[in-house]
Structure formats: C-alpha cells, structure tokens
C-alpha cells in the first residue's frame, strides 16, 4: 500500500505542476527529441513526409544487470512514393550498457510500403548479460533459480503481402534465434552442482508463416483501430539448426475511444504462444519484462504454452503530458503443469506519458509496476512508445 501511495502522490504532484507555464517548458523539452533527417525542399506538399529521428533515454534495473542506462532511437519515415494514405513506418533501436559490463541492442521494425501493398516487419537483436534463469512450471521458486550468462543474436524478418483491399496481410520468412558462450556466473552453482549450463546452447533456425489483421490508426501509438497477427514456425537441423520443433504465436489488440470529445483510450490485447515438442530450453514460451506482465523480470515464467490478457486506460490530461492505468493476468503451463488458475499471475501499475511528436502521437513512458501471485516483484520501465 505504500508503494501505491507513493505511486499516486508523484501521479497528482506532476498533474498539479501542469500548468500553462509548465506545458511551455515541456514544449521546449521535448524539442530536444527531436531531429528532422532532411530539410523540407522544393516539390515538398503539405503531405510530404519529412523523415525524422527520434531520442529518448532508457533506464532499467534488474538484480542480475544491476542499473542499466542507454538510448533509445526510434527512425520514422515513409519510402519513397508513399502518400498520405500509407502508415508511417519505424526503425526502433535501444542499446542499453549496464554497470555489470553488459550489452543488450534490440530492434523490432515495422515497414509500410507504398500504399501498403507489402509490409516487413521483424526483430534484430544482439545481447550479452547475466539473467536469473528459473525452471520452467508456474510454481518455479528464486531458491531454484541459476545465474547464468550468454550471448544470443536474433534476426526474424517477415514479409507480407496485402490481400484484397482490406487490412489483411499474408506472407512469412525466416528466424534465426542462437544462445552460445553460456556460463555461470558463480564458478558453482549452490542451488544445484549437477546443473549443466552449457546444455542450454541452443540455434533455431526455420521458416515462419504469417497472418495479420491490422488496420490500427497509429502502429506507435493507436486510438482506434484493431492488431491481430498469428505466426508459426517451422525449425530443423537441414537449415543449421541444433533442435527439430515448432512454435506458433497469437497476438490481438484492440483499441477503443470512449468518447469523441477526449483522446482517451482503452487498450487491451490478449496474447498466447505455444512452443511444441523438441523446443529447445532457452525457447519455450515466457512471461515478464516491459510488454508481457510488467512487474516481473524478463523470463520470470517459462513453459510450453504462455498466456496473458491485459488492458490499459490511457488519459491524456494535458497536451503533451498524460497518464496510463494498466492491470493484467496470465501464466504459463505445459505436459507436466496443466493450466490452473490456483498459480495465475498478475500485473498491476501506472504510468507517466510525456508527448515528443505530436504528429505521430508518439510518447516518453515511464511505467511502474506491481507483479503479483506465487512470487511479489516491482519494476520500472523508461523508453519510447507503448507497451502494445
């Protein structure tokens, strides 16, 4: 309760300070994110994208990386032929350093194409940092945990084709998923001597099937509009790979305006992934970090099958400043852990949102929140965009 307290008190504090000298002062803050790549030039209209840089700092902290700072950059931009009717498209990149020496780069881009006739979307990611690794199951417990390290690279592009004239894509591609250099690390591991990291190293390789549903107003941040993509990948050893498995993916969004008058929104998404037989460790599916159950640490849940739902209110007080209430639930399960909602996990937390491009409606977050059920945590998260 005092963690709420404090929580609300910093909420009203900021809310009180808005006043109109202080949105001045914002205005002139948030500038500061903002680059443009090209200047305007003669042929340009008044529908002429003009491509920009977008930066914000990132800030996190876990017990395993200790405090981790770094940048976040997000490019938008249209290709070239692209007018008023296609979305803007995003090139997210965050490199994050921690005080442990560790470092984590990821991606995950969203291309519209002229009249959004094809869409690549997809993740590139490098990382190398200690994580808490807990066994798999819903009970899992910190005194069964392992500190282990590892290196890991992800590339997954996909590219869709637009079907008819709705808001539907299909297409698929490849994903390439590697953890090597695994190693504890403490030269032995307390909680159990026999533990063989090393068995963990693992590269997926294999080709993805997609679908997706997307006719959101805003991909950074919508207001209207609905998401829905449902993946499922095929991995062998005949393209490199070290496992034989599958895994498929579903993801829906949905995003409401209560009223016309405000810019208020409801946000909900439910999310399920399922990793089948063969899958290797380090690939089964989880729950944690600053998507899926904020709150909890990335990682913190793993099985064969996760689930999660969550929704969040999202109030735009003043121009450039609004606040996000966000609660959700979820769990993981599999063969020897059948779902049960006796171990069902939640999420509880709220959030400040500070306006840097008004155009693309795009948002600093700064979000804290509660993880609650078999296992208490709490979590802070700063970057650019929206949790979903």
């Known amino acids: 309760m005092n963690t709420v307290s404090r929580l609300s008190a910093l909420l009203i504090a900021i809310t009180l300070a808005s006043t109109l000298p202080a949105q001045s002062l914002l205005d002139r803050v948030t500038d500061w994110f903002e680059f443009d790549l090209r200047k305007p030039r003669l042929g340009d209209t008044d529908t002429t994208f003009i491509p920009k840089v977008v930066l914000s700092p990132t800030v996190s902290y876990e017990p395993a990386t200790s405090l981790g700072v770094g940048a976040g950059i997000k490019i938008l931009f249209k290709p070239k032929g692209a007018g008023p009717e296609t979305r803007t498209s995003n090139v997210p990149i965050g490199l994050t350093y921690t005080f442990k020496n560790q470092l984590i780069f990821n991606s995950g881009y969203t291309v519209f194409f002229p009249e959004e006739r094809w869409l690549l979307r997809g993740n590139l990611g490098y990382s190398d940092f200690p994580v808490l690794f807990f066994e798999s199951g819903p009970r899992s417990q910190r005194s069964d945990a392992h500190d282990i390290r590892y290196r890991r690279i992800l590339v997954e592009p996909l590219l869709l084709r637009k079907i008819g004239q709705n808001d539907v894509f299909f297409g698929g591609g490849f994903r390439f998923n590697r953890f090597f250099d695994l190693g504890l690390e403490e030269p032995e591991d307390v909680n159990n001597p026999d533990f063989k990291v090393a068995e963990l190293a693992s590269a997926s390789v294999g080709l993805e099937l997609a679908f997706s549903v997307d006719d959101r ?70 729950l944690g970090g600053a998507e899926l159950l904020r709150g909890f640490r990335e990682f913190r849940w793993r099985d064969r099958l996760a689930y999660f739902a969550q929704v969040e209110y999202r109030y735009q007080a003043f121009r450039k400043l609004g606040f996000v209430f966000f609660g959700g639930a979820g769990d993981v399960s599999g063969e020897d852990n059948p779902a049960n909602f006796n171990t069902l996990k939640y999420s509880l937390g709220a959030g400040i949102r500070i306006k840097i491009i008004e155009s693309e409606n795009l948002n600093v977050r700064f979000d804290y929140a509660l993880g609650m059920g078999r296992s208490n945590e709490r979590n802070f998260y700063l970057g650019i965009a929206e949790a979903f």
Do not use: C
């Open 217 to 286: 107003d805003n991909v950074l941040n919508a207001s209207e509009g609905k998401f829905l993509e449902f993946t499922h990948g095929f991995y062998g050893k005949i393209l490199g790979g070290t496992h034989q498995f599958m895994l498929s993916k579903a993801d829906y969004r949905g995003y409401i305006r209560p009223s016309s008058r405000n810019e208020n929104v409801i946000a909900y998404q439910l999310y399920a992934r399922y990793a089948w037989d063969g899958t290797p460790n380090l690939e089964l599916s989880s």
